[in-house]
């Protein structure tokens, strides 16, 4: 309330005019003003400015669109069933506990009241059992974001029931809901939320092939695949996603155990085949550089060669320290693989360019060109040539 300081003086001083308005008493500054400041203020504040007057309750509980009440360390469900029913135009609500505190008819009131509700969190949430999700699934069918890791309580029957209302799902975070993220609940997934981009698995080790494969099917806008510690899944998971999910770039597969080196082929070749699709229907236009993110920490079946033509193919992968975006810990097996700044490191400065007629416009940004590689290729190019007859001679067995 800090903020308030010098109005309040000017209040009782007489007035403070503003573009023409005269305020007197707190409830006379303007609710667009009232807002504005609300909106510089820390979320405990803002509360507490709701019970200033009825004029400013009124407006708070009618503009105010984002709340977290993560601060709250004691008595959060208690508060989220008295703000809930006047913080009616909520679109984000994040209620991240340390400790569990919400139950679920805070969770109901939440569903009861606020119908925009967008963005929730309910991570750590272990109380709450599949009565919040049935209340969820009716009360906020906007629902773009949900963050439910840790809610251990929840079942897939639930999950599957949530899926069915909430259909606007983008991002999805199940991190640790062991008993909820099964097979069924990814079906639930890729049955009704073809919009999904995000989602993390990690560590729900009931997830198995047949969800990851539905998934894949229903959500072909998917870029970030968490499936850390699903140990359960295979290389059938990981090529359906590489051929069904074109926009994929982050995937998460430590201590997936089962997988190997045919995965990796199957992100290679499907590297190939939706760059050469896109250059087709675009006429040169690229598509970013794939997966720029991939964890295969403790997958100890993989092979160094499967690993470099993954390096190879996607140059935004790295192993070099400081970027690290190609995470191996554990395969000791894997160290002679590195990305293209090793390559680049031992090129000679003075090699010449190697013209492939490739067009402009996947030149990258500023004009540059990029370099040869030891072998006479250059970077982006390289899985469309080198790659292209290993592809047709060994991967064409491993996709069929
Ligand atoms: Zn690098």
Redesign the pocket.
């Given at each position: 309330m800090l903020a308030f300081g010098d109005g309040k003086r000017g209040g009782s001083e007489g007035g403070v005019k503003m573009e023409g308005v005269v305020i007197t008493e707190w409830k006379d500054i303007p609710v667009e003003l009232l807002l504005r400041i609300v909106s510089l203020v820390d979320d405990r504040t803002v509360i507490m400015a709701s019970g200033v007057c009825s004029g400013w309750r009124d407006a708070i509980c009618l503009g105010l669109t984002h709340l977290s009440l993560s601060w709250c360390k004691n008595s959060m469900n208690n508060l989220v069933l008295s703000l809930a029913p006047k913080f009616t135009k909520l679109q984000t609500l994040v209620l991240r506990q340390d400790k569990p505190q919400l139950e679920d008819h805070a969770v109901e009131t939440i569903a009861g009241y606020c119908h925009d509700l967008q963005d929730l969190d309910l991570s750590k949430s272990f109380k709450l059992s599949d009565l919040s999700l049935y209340a969820l699934a009716h009360g906020c069918p906007n629902l773009s974001k949900l963050n439910i890791s840790g809610c251990t309580a929840f079942s897939d029957v639930g999950l599957e029931y949530l899926f069915e209302f909430c259909r606007k799902l983008k991002i999805l975070n199940l991190c640790g809901c062991v008993k909820g993220a099964t097979d069924r609940a990814l079906q639930g997934i890729g049955r009704n939320c073809s919009q999904l981009q995000f989602l993390n698995l990690g560590w729900c080790e009931n997830v198995g092939d047949v969800g990851v494969m539905s998934l894949a099917y229903g959500c072909p806008e998917l870029r970030t695949v968490d499936l850390c510690g699903c140990a359960s899944i295979t290389d059938e998971s990981v090529i359906a996603l590489a051929n069904r999910c074109p926009h994929l770039i982050s995937l998460g597969l430590y201590y997936c155990r089962n997988i190997t080196d045919r995965a990796m082929y199957s992100l290679v070749h499907n590297r190939v085949k939706n760059k050469l699709a896109m250059w087709e229907s675009m006429k040169g236009r690229c598509d970013g550089e794939g997966l720029r993110s991939l964890n295969i920490s403790q997958c100890t079946a993989l092979t160094p060669p499967a690993v470099q033509a993954l390096c190879d193919s996607f140059p935004a992968l790295?192993?070099?320290s400081?970027?690290h975006?190609l995470v191996m810990s554990g395969c000791l097996h894997l160290t002679s693989v590195?990305?293209?700044?090793?390559v680049q490191a031992h090129r000679p400065h003075t090699e010449p360019y190697m013209q492939l007629g490739r067009s402009p416009a996947c030149e990258p940004a500023g004009g540059r060109t990029m370099p040869l590689r030891a072998d006479g290729v250059r970077n982006g190019e390289h899985i469309i040539t080198h790659h292209a007859a290993l592809l047709d001679a060994s991967l064409e067995d491993v996709m069929n």
């Open positions: 790295h192993t070099c400081g970027r975006s590195h990305c293209v700044c090793a």
